[in-house]
């Protein structure tokens, strides 16, 4: 069991930026998958970007690519979500997750097994 967390999120005007963290309490990257999720009051939770377990091999929700980008410092066991000209839609929760498999072309809620806490991310028109 991986231990996650978030942090980064806030509350910002449109085309404004933040930069989402979610800590692993291991070494994570090469290991697991590591997936973004969003959810928002009354819709269902979806994917949004992904770290394959391969530790190289990326994917992007279609509406967020170009502006999401993912990132890692491994001496830190940190994944990162950059992300930049930020919409009132991307308005959500957004979780980190890890899962110890998980196919290439998709990212699918069920295969995360761990998840962190959460942090909201507000955009305002």
């Known amino acids: 069991q991986v231990q996650l967390v978030e942090s980064g999120g806030g509350s910002v005007q449109a085309g404004g930026s933040l930069r989402l963290s979610c800590v692993a309490s291991e070494n994570i990257f090469g290991r697991y998958c590591m997936g973004w999720f969003r959810q928002a009051p009354g819709k269902e939770r979806e994917g949004v970007a992904r770290l394959h377990h391969d530790g190289d091999s990326t994917y992007y929700k279609a509406s967020v690519k170009g502006r999401f980008t993912l990132s890692q410092d491994n001496a830190k066991n940190t994944l990162y979500l950059a992300m930049n000209n930020l919409e009132p839609d991307d308005t959500s929760m957004y979780y980190c997750?890890?899962?110890?498999?998980?196919?290439?072309?998709?990212?699918?809620?069920?295969?995360?097994?761990?998840w962190g806490q959460g942090t909201q991310v507000t955009v305002s028109a």
């Open positions: 997750a890890a899962a110890k498999w998980c196919p290439y072309g998709t990212l699918r809620l069920e295969d995360y097994t761990d």
